[in-house]
């Protein structure tokens, strides 16, 4: 029996849709997918995976660029597999009350690439935070961590579960 190969994707500009990332590849790996997380830009072919889930953090209701690029680039390879999207963003505590339909970018995304499931994560933006605007928003005092690392395990997991269902072996296969 060989565990499914996942890649966990992403673009960031703030590094905190990495840290999602890991804390997605961590919960996957609790239920014995053999994941890779890495930046949407190192990633050379996702078609050597079994299954993709590709995220960023939203910037005017996009994706950053890399995140774009990878999904734009590897279409064929990603409609042809499973594939989860998510993204983070809100500076509040929203994503945790509702959900969150994806932003116009990433629902073109997902539609493109025939994803599963989409998911809006709570977002971060804090000290040292890049760009003039990200620095306004921190300075007025409405940034902050709002990422919800339980709810985003509980979603890798959720994904685990439906790639368990799809797996030849069957749920725990
Ligand atoms: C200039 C700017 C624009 C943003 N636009 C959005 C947006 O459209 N929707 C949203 O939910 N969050 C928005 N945010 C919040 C970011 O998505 C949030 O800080 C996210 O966690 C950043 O991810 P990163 O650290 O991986 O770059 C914006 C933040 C900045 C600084």
Redesign the pocket.
Known sequence: MTAQRVLVA?????????EIAEWVGAALREKGLDTDVLPAAEVGDPGGYDAVLLG???????W?HDAVRLARHHRQALARRPVWLF?????DASAGERDIPP?PGPARIAARVGARGHA?FG???TEG?R?F??RQ?VKQGKGGDF?DRERIRRWAHSVAAELAEDSPEGPGG
């Open positions: 992403y673009g960031t500009k703030n590094g905190s849709t990495a960023s953090g939203l910037y005017a209701g996009r950053r993204s983070s963003g809100p500076l932003a809006t977002g971060s933006l935070a760009g605007v990200a928003i990422r």
